[in-house]
C-alpha cells in the first residue's frame, strides 16, 4: 500500500485510513477477533518515501569522531605522562588503556544516538565511565603484573578524563544549536491534546513541533492543528492504523499521546504495539509539569513503571558551588565594570535632578526584605505618581508595568533598554541577597497579594537574571513569568545557571522585553 492522503481540513465525524468519514457503531467493532488478525493492519500501512520526501533528522556527531577523539584524548595524554614519568611501556600502557576506555564508553552507551534532549550531564556521564576504566585497569595490571606505579598511571588517566567531559559538553552545546525538529502527532482527549500542542508549538526552546492531532472522543479539540483522524471514546480494531496513516501523510516521525479515561492501560499498550510494528517512535506525555528530566529516574516493579522524582536542590555541594560562584562572579564584575558604572553614575546624575542610585525595598529568599540597588531611571517622584498611573497597567498581576511610562527618563530609557540599571545589584550578590541567577526579586505589595503557589518563588534568592530575563522580561504575562519562575525554583543547578548566564547576553543584546 502507498502513502496515505488525508486532507488537513478539520474533520467532525471518526476518520479512517482514506480520510473519509467512518460511523463506529457497536457493530462495526469486533470484539472477539483473534489478536494477531486485530493488530495484523498496521503493518500493511507504509510510507511512500519514493513520493513523500524524507523527514529531516538531527545530525549529532558521527560515532567515528566520537571514537577517535576517546581513543587520542586519553592514549596521548597517558603516554606523554608515563613517559615523562620514566614508567616502563608507556607507549604498550597508553594505547592498552585507550582501547579499554573506548570499550568502556561504548559498553555504557556513550556512542548511541539519542533523542533532541536526552544527553547526560557530560561531567557525570564521564566521571562514571573512568572510575570503571580505573577499576578494570587495576585488575590488568594486577593479571599481567605490570611493573607501573599506581599512582602514575591513575595520573596519566586524568587528562582523559578532561578531554571526555569537554568533549560531550562541546557535543551538548552543539546539539543544543541546532535542535533537530521532530515532527510529532500528538493523540488524546480534547482537553490534553489541546495543552501539548499549545505548549508545544507556544516554544521554541526544545525540538519538538506538532504538526497533526488525532482527537479521541466526540469532542472537538480547538488547538488550530490539522485534525488527520479521530479514535472512538472506545478501543477499535484500527486504533493503530488511524494514527500511522495520520502520521504518514504528515511526515510525522513521532505520535506523542495524551493519556486519559478513554486512553487506558490495554488500549495505550495496543496502540504501542501497532505504531511500533509501523516503525513509529511512541512518547507518552507525563503528568508530571515542571520537573526537569534531570530529576525524573525510571524504575519497575510489580510489572509498574514507576518514575522517582528527586527533591529540589536546597542544600549539599551545588548549593555551596552557586554560593562561591555568586560571590567571586558579582566582585569580579564589580571591578571589571567600575568604568562604567562611574560613567553610567555621572551620567544619571547631570541628565536629571535627583539621586544617582534607586533604593527599592525587596522581598527575598524566605521572604526576608532587604533593599535592592538599582540606578535611577525614573523622575525623584516616581513613586508618589504610581497612583496616578494604576489605571494604565498593563500587567495583569501584582506588577505594575507600562510600555511607555512617563516618569521614565530620557537616559533611563537607555539604561533599561540594556538592562545596565541593574548593574549595581551586584552589590545585592556580594552582600548575599540576591544570586547571580534567580527569580525576580517582588516588591512587598506584590507579595501581600500572593497565592500559596506564587510564594514558592522565595524559596530560593532572586537573581539578577534569570528564566524570565532570557525569555521575553516585560513582554511575558504576570503566569508566564510565575510558571518560569518556578521551574527554576525546583530544577535550578549550577549548570543551568552558566547557561541562563550565557543566554542573558544575547537577550540583553536583543532588548526586546526592557521597558
Same mark, same amino acid.
Request: with cysteine; net charge positive.
Given at each position: 500500500?502507498?502513502?496515505?492522503?488525508?486532507?488537513?481540513?478539520?474533520?467532525? %465525524?471518526?476518520?479512517?485510513?482514506?480520510?473519509?468519514?467512518?460511523?463506529?457503531?457497536?457493530?462495526?467493532?469486533?470484539? !472477539?477477533?483473534?489478536?494477531?488478525?486485530?493488530?495484523?493492519?498496521?503493518?500493511?500501512?507504509?510510507?511512500?518515501h519514493?513520493e513523500?520526501?524524507?523527514a529531516?533528522?538531527?545530525?549529532?556527531?558521527?560515532?567515528?569522531?566520537?571514537?577517535l577523539?576517546? @581513543?587520542?584524548?586519553?592514549?596521548?595524554?597517558?603516554?606523554?605522562?608515563?613517559?615523562?614519568?620514566?614508567?616502563?611501556?608507556?607507549?604498550?600502557?597508553?594505547?592498552?588503556?585507550?582501547?579499554?576506555?573506548?570499550?568502556?564508553?561504548?559498553?555504557?552507551?556513550?556512542?548511541?544516538?539519542?533523542?533532541?534532549?536526552e544527553?547526560?550531564?557530560?561531567?557525570?556521564?564521564?566521571?562514571? #565511565?573512568?572510575?570503571?576504566?580505573?577499576?578494570?585497569?587495576?585488575?590488568?595490571?594486577?593479571?599481567t603484573?605490570?611493573?607501573?606505579?599506581?599512582?602514575?598511571?591513575?595520573?596519566?588517566?586524568?587528562? &582523559?578524563?578532561?578531554?571526555a567531559?569537554?568533549? +560531550?559538553?562541546?557535543g551538548?552545546?552543539?546539539?543544543?544549536?541546532?535542535?533537530?525538529?521532530?515532527?510529532?502527532?500528538?493523540?488524546?482527549?480534547?482537553?490534553?491534546?489541546?495543552?501539548a500542542?499549545? @505548549?508545544?508549538?507556544?516554544?521554541?526552546?526544545?525540538?519538538?513541533?506538532?504538526?497533526?492531532?488525532?482527537?479521541? +472522543?466526540?469532542?472537538?479539540?480547538?488547538? %488550530?492543528?490539522?485534525?488527520? +483522524?479521530r479514535?472512538? =471514546?472506545? =478501543?477499535? #480494531?484500527?486504533?493503530?492504523?488511524?494514527?500511522?496513516?495520520?502520521?504518514?501523510?504528515?511526515?510525522? #516521525?513521532?505520535?506523542?499521546?495524551?493519556?486519559?479515561?478513554?486512553?487506558?492501560d490495554?488500549?495505550?499498550?495496543?496502540?504501542?504495539?501497532?505504531?511500533?510494528?509501523?516503525?513509529?517512535?511512541?512518547?507518552?506525555?507525563?503528568?508530571?509539569?515542571?520537573?526537569?528530566?534531570?530529576?525524573?529516574?525510571?524504575?519497575?516493579?510489580?510489572?509498574?513503571?514507576?518514575?522517582?522524582?528527586?527533591?529540589?536542590?536546597?542544600?549539599?555541594?551545588?548549593?555551596?558551588?552557586? !554560593?562561591v560562584?555568586?560571590?567571586? &562572579?558579582?566582585?569580579? +564584575?564589580?571591578?571589571?565594570?567600575?568604568?562604567?558604572?562611574?560613567?553610567?553614575?555621572?551620567?544619571?546624575?547631570?541628565?536629571?535632578?535627583?539621586?544617582?542610585?534607586?533604593?527599592?525595598?525587596?522581598?527575598?529568599?524566605?521572604?526576608?526584605?532587604?533593599?535592592?540597588?538599582?540606578?535611577?531611571?525614573?523622575?525623584?517622584?516616581?513613586?508618589s505618581?504610581?497612583?496616578?498611573?494604576?489605571?494604565?497597567?498593563?500587567?495583569?498581576?501584582?506588577?505594575?508595568?507600562?510600555?511607555?511610562?512617563?516618569?521614565?527618563?530620557?537616559?533611563?530609557?537607555?539604561?533599561?533598554?540594556?538592562?545596565? #540599571?541593574?548593574?549595581?545589584?551586584?552589590?545585592?550578590v556580594?552582600?548575599?541577597?540576591?544570586?547571580?541567577?534567580? =527569580?525576580?526579586?517582588p516588591?512587598?505589595?506584590?507579595?501581600?497579594?500572593?497565592?500559596?503557589?506564587? @510564594?514558592?518563588?522565595?524559596?530560593?534568592?532572586?537573581?539578577?537574571?534569570?528564566?524570565?530575563?532570557?525569555?521575553?522580561?516585560?513582554?511575558?504575562?504576570?503566569?508566564?513569568?510565575?510558571?518560569?519562575?518556578l521551574?527554576?525554583?525546583?530544577?535550578?543547578?549550577?549548570?543551568?545557571?552558566? &547557561?541562563?548566564?550565557?543566554?542573558?547576553?544575547?537577550?540583553?543584546?536583543?532588548?526586546? &522585553?526592557?521597558?
Amino acid at each position: 500500500m502507498g502513502h496515505v492522503e488525508i486532507p488537513e481540513s478539520d474533520i467532525s %465525524g471518526p476518520v479512517g485510513l482514506a480520510g473519509a468519514p467512518r460511523p463506529r457503531t457497536a457493530a462495526s467493532r469486533n470484539r !472477539t477477533v483473534a489478536p494477531e488478525r486485530v493488530w495484523s493492519t498496521p503493518t500493511t500501512v507504509e510510507r511512500d518515501h519514493a513520493e513523500r520526501p524524507p523527514a529531516k533528522k538531527s545530525s549529532g556527531p558521527r560515532v567515528p569522531f566520537l571514537v577517535l577523539t576517546d @581513543l587520542l584524548g586519553l592514549g596521548v595524554p597517558a603516554w606523554l605522562v608515563l613517559r615523562a614519568g620514566d614508567q616502563p611501556g608507556p607507549l604498550a600502557a597508553g594505547a592498552s588503556a585507550a582501547l579499554v576506555w573506548t570499550g568502556v564508553r561504548a559498553a555504557r552507551g556513550r556512542y548511541e544516538r539519542r533523542l533532541p534532549g536526552e544527553a547526560p550531564g557530560a561531567a557525570r556521564a564521564s566521571s562514571g #565511565d573512568w572510575l570503571v576504566l580505573v577499576g578494570l585497569l587495576a585488575v590488568l595490571l594486577a593479571v599481567t603484573g605490570g611493573g607501573l606505579d599506581p599512582a602514575a598511571a591513575v595520573a596519566a588517566l586524568v587528562p &582523559g578524563l578532561a578531554v571526555a567531559v569537554l568533549a +560531550g559538553t562541546a557535543g551538548g552545546l552543539r546539539t543544543a544549536g541546532r535542535r533537530g525538529v521532530r515532527r510529532v502527532l500528538v493523540v488524546g482527549e480534547a482537553a490534553g491534546l489541546d495543552r501539548a500542542v499549545r @505548549l508545544l508549538n507556544s516554544r521554541e526552546d526544545h525540538p519538538y513541533t506538532a504538526v497533526a492531532v488525532v482527537p479521541v +472522543g466526540p469532542a472537538a479539540p480547538d488547538c %488550530g492543528t490539522p485534525v488527520t +483522524g479521530r479514535l472512538a =471514546p472506545r =478501543p477499535a #480494531d484500527d486504533d493503530a492504523s488511524t494514527v500511522l496513516g495520520g502520521a504518514f501523510a504528515h511526515d510525522a #516521525d513521532l505520535v506523542l499521546v495524551a493519556p486519559g479515561p478513554q486512553l487506558d492501560d490495554d488500549r495505550l499498550r495496543r496502540l504501542a504495539w501497532g505504531l511500533h510494528d509501523g516503525g513509529l517512535a511512541l512518547c507518552v506525555l507525563s503528568d508530571l509539569s515542571g520537573v526537569a528530566a534531570a530529576r525524573v529516574r525510571p524504575a519497575s516493579a510489580a510489572g509498574l513503571t514507576l518514575l522517582h522524582v528527586a527533591p529540589p536542590l536546597r542544600r549539599g555541594p551545588q548549593a555551596v558551588l552557586k !554560593t562561591v560562584v555568586d560571590r567571586a &562572579g558579582a566582585a569580579l +564584575g564589580l571591578l571589571v565594570l567600575a568604568p562604567l558604572l562611574l560613567t553610567v553614575a555621572l551620567a544619571v546624575r547631570l541628565s536629571s535632578p535627583g539621586p544617582v542610585f534607586h533604593r527599592q525595598i525587596r522581598h527575598g529568599r524566605h521572604n526576608r526584605p532587604f533593599t535592592m540597588w538599582k540606578f535611577r531611571t525614573m523622575v525623584a517622584d516616581a513613586e508618589s505618581r504610581r497612583e496616578q498611573l494604576s489605571a494604565a497597567n498593563e500587567s495583569e498581576g501584582p506588577m505594575f508595568k507600562m510600555r511607555r511610562d512617563p516618569r521614565v527618563t530620557r537616559i533611563g530609557h537607555a539604561l533599561r533598554r540594556t538592562s545596565v #540599571d541593574e548593574l549595581p545589584q551586584l552589590l545585592n550578590v556580594l552582600r548575599g541577597d540576591m544570586s547571580l541567577v534567580g =527569580p525576580r526579586p517582588p516588591l512587598p505589595e506584590e507579595v501581600s497579594h500572593y497565592d500559596e503557589r506564587e @510564594l514558592r518563588r522565595l524559596a530560593v534568592r532572586p537573581g539578577l537574571t534569570g528564566l524570565w530575563q532570557v525569555s521575553g522580561r516585560s513582554d511575558l504575562s504576570w503566569q508566564e513569568t510565575v510558571s518560569l519562575d518556578l521551574w527554576y525554583v525546583d530544577n535550578w543547578s549550577v549548570v543551568t545557571d552558566m &547557561g541562563l548566564l550565557a543566554r542573558t547576553v544575547r537577550a540583553v543584546t536583543d532588548g526586546r &522585553g526592557a521597558y
